[in-house]
């Protein structure tokens, strides 16, 4: 597990540092926890690897707030646990809409910081190996699997369709179900969807929650009932 605390205040930054460090020691999880000065620091570092699973941010960071890190960072990642510090309650608001995990008033409590950390950890374990990495010529992205309502094939690579927005891939479709898991199936030769994002199966085609039709081949429509029925558990 990795973690980032992000905050100008040194001493704060080693005290936190040792809390989280204890805690997670006591639960026995690998960690490695980054601290960084300011959200520009932390920005170059997460544009370049993109691996943070948890970051507490000090929303009021000079030349950058902890609240414009956080929209950034929700630009590309939707699943990162994100926890505001801050000493001014008047703030706790504008976190619902990069939707912050939670928020920690200076100075921080061990026995407050314990029963989040809990929370947090209990989240990201539930949704361990459910992201991918897209690495393209527009940089590098996360995405959660839940995200994906369907891949297509696009002229020689392939188009990840998401809540988001849709990024380029350049792997194929093959290597697309290899790392994807159970919840996708391929149902044509052109594309592969996420079966919890279907509204309804008609006759070759298929309706998606977004109102997107997508083909069905023949070959594959009985595959892709029995797969929709064992998904759902038998309730079709």
Known sequence: MKIVICDDDEFFLTKLNGYI???LSEKQINKKILSFKSGEEFLRYYEKFKDIDMVFLD???????GIQVAKK????DTSMQIFFITSISRYIMEGYNVRAANYLIKPVKY????RELDKAIKLLQS???KYILEKNDFGIFKINQEDIRYIETFERNTLIHTAAGNILSYKNMKK???????????????????LNNIKSLLKMELELESGEILP???HRKKELMDQIS???GNQL
């Open 216 to 218: 069905v081949s023949k």
């Open 59 to 65: 929303i009021l960071m000079k030349d950058i707030t």
């Open 111 to 114: 026995n407050t910081l314990f």
């Open 127 to 129: 949704r361990y190996k």
């Open 176 to 194: 697309h179900l290899e790392l994807l898991g159970e919840d996708f199936y391929r149902i044509h030769e052109s594309y592969i969807v996420n």
């Open 21 to 23: 460090s204890k805690i």
């Open 230 to 232: 064992i998904y759902y």
């Open 73 to 76: 960072i929700r630009e590309q």
